[in-house]
């Protein structure tokens, strides 16, 4: 996940058990109605890149390099 999130235009990170930072990125986001409609827009926006089609064109593209590095290793 950190690769896909670049704060704060699209989310924050907490590091795992940080129940103070937690609390302080959901209280940011209750009283912060322009960053929750922005980090909402960017992650619609985000999302709109990927569909099934795509996926499964980047999966077949993954088995065919796959495929020839271990032909070319045989």
């Known amino acids: 996940i950190p690769y896909e999130m670049h704060?704060?235009?699209?989310?924050f990170l907490v590091a795992y058990g940080d129940?103070?930072?937690?609390?302080?990125?959901?209280l940011e986001l209750i009283e912060d109605q322009k960053l929750r409609e922005k980090i909402s827009k960017?992650?619609?926006?985000?999302?709109?890149?990927?569909?099934?089609?795509i996926i499964a064109?980047?999966?077949?593209?993954l088995y065919r390099e796959e495929i020839d590095k271990n032909k070319l290793s045989s």
């Open 57 to 61: 064109q980047e999966t077949l593209k």
């Open 42 to 53: 960017n992650n619609r926006k985000k999302a709109s890149r990927y569909n099934w089609e």
């Open 7 to 11: 704060e704060p235009e699209n989310g």
């Open 19 to 26: 129940i103070e930072g937690f609390k302080k990125r959901i």
